[in-house]
């Protein structure tokens, strides 16, 4: 019996550690680019993290942000529109965007010896298809990815479609599909997608009930953008309600789950120039709880979900130094296993991050998270941490393919089995965006 105890920690916690550990590559979509004739830097400051144009590209449908002259007319989105190139299948799908990686992880887990892997492997490849609806206002985008984490793994994190209305200056948008969200649409510090190879615990951490923010859920969202002159200031709002997540915490695609209530999320979005900004978020929503699962005393429950948080960057200088920084509350219902007494699951995480941009398309960047998590009837809270630094160069003008060097260390407990485990990683990889 201890014999197979002690095998059920250890798996336990080796999933936890891949489920806590996993990072999440993502990329620029290069037809933008050619449809525009312009290179990535445009709408980043190093591939695939968005600066202020970027995001004012996305706001606006997809229609490239004009020069506002404080004098001059307010162009309509229907302008944007008319001045679209011709449509084409190049300015409008990517095929080959890729990461090639080679990696190495020294890892412990409680009850099991040190365990050593490196692999060189095609880390992913994605096909993108976005653009635009020529002639209309309306937009789409969509995302094949192929590869992931190495593994052929076929998905289709986003599948959407929107209209875009107003002008340069005060627009909205509405879209309907499976949207990969990025926590909050609005500043860089509230993003998944990260410089460093993993995004900050608190956006990927799988805790007790089996969600995590960083997802890809159906439903619709509606979004409100006001511009102030030569884009000085920007103010976002924008509101998701979403079919949810089914009780092992992926994300419900189809009708065959008994939930029948809608998730909400909401953020609201301040960016200031030069290239800073402030993002809140809420998530309120339910899921199907499952404990004990497998066992003869399983049982399930409605538990309610709930998310705040605030981010903010700050950038030093024009495009020299960012300062990040992120704090996530939640507090999730919670049945104790044993007795099925009623509780909580609570977790509040921050994390802090310098990027220096040495030149463009050259970045230094060091990122540390902490998360502090605390379950009724546990025994104390735990914490998980963890710490990465790297460093990113281009090799193109265009900034399309992109090297990174990356160094990282997790270690941590996990809140319900309370084994402990830490994994030390060395990553060298190269991006392809075409």
Request: charged letters at 15%; aromatic letters at 12%; hydrophobic letters at 35%.
């Amino acid at each position: 019996m201890r014999f197979k105890r002690r095998i059920g920690i250890a798996t336990g916690a080796v999933v936890w550690l891949l489920l806590t550990t996993a990072p999440r590559n993502a990329f620029a979509v290069p037809q933008y680019a050619r449809r525009y004739h312009i290179n990535c830097y445009a709408c980043h400051t190093i591939a695939p993290v968005l600066n202020e144009q970027g995001y004012m590209f996305q706001r606006l449908g997809h229609h490239l942000p004009p020069s506002l002259d404080p004098n001059g007319a307010i162009e309509r989105i229907l302008d944007l529109v008319q001045k679209e190139p011709e449509w084409s299948l190049a300015n409008n799908a990517s095929l080959a965007v890729s990461d090639f990686s080679l990696s190495a992880q020294r890892s412990t887990a409680q009850g099991q010896a040190p365990s050593s892997t490196s692999a060189i492997q095609v880390g992913s490849w994605n096909a993108y298809f976005g653009g635009w609806v020529p002639n209309t206002q309306f937009f789409y985008y969509s995302e094949f990815d192929i590869v992931t984490g190495g593994a052929t793994s076929p998905n289709m994190p986003n599948a959407h479609i929107g209209y875009v209305g107003g002008n340069a200056k005060s627009s909205w948008y509405a879209t309907v599909g499976r949207e990969h969200l990025q926590v909050s649409e609005g500043t860089r510090a509230a993003d998944v997608y990260s410089l460093l190879p993993n995004s900050p615990l608190i956006f990927e951490n799988l805790g007790p009930t089996n969600f995590v923010l960083d997802q890809s859920p159906v439903g619709a969202e509606v979004g409100y953008t006001w511009a102030s002159s030569k884009y000085r200031d920007i103010i976002g709002a924008n509101v998701k309600v979403t079919n949810g997540d089914h009780a092992d915490g992926s994300e419900i695609l189809t009708n065959d789950s008994t939930k029948n209530s809608k998730d909400v999320w909401a953020d609201a979005d301040w960016w200031y120039a030069p290239e800073s900004g402030i993002s809140f978020m809420t998530y309120q929503g339910q899921k199907n709880q499952i404990q004990n699962a497998g066992l003869a005393n399983q049982f399930s429950y409605y538990a309610r979900i709930r998310r705040e948080g605030v981010f903010a960057n700050y950038m030093i200088g024009r495009d020299k130094v960012d300062v990040l920084g992120g704090y996530l509350h939640g507090k999730d219902d919670w049945e104790d296993p044993a007795t099925g007494a009623p509780g909580s699951y609570l977790s509040n995480g921050y994390f802090t991050e310098i990027d220096c941009y040495v030149q463009r398309g050259f970045s230094l960047e060091g990122r540390y998270d902490r998360l502090r998590q605390d379950v009724s009837g546990g025994i104390h809270p735990t914490n998980l941490e963890q710490w990465q630094t790297g460093a990113e160069k281009a090799f193109t003008p265009e900034g399309n393919i992109v090297g990174r060097l990356a160094v990282g260390n997790f270690h941590g407990i996990d809140p319900v089995a309370f084994t402990s485990s830490a994994t030390r990683t060395y990553e060298a990889d190269i991006q392809f965006n075409f």
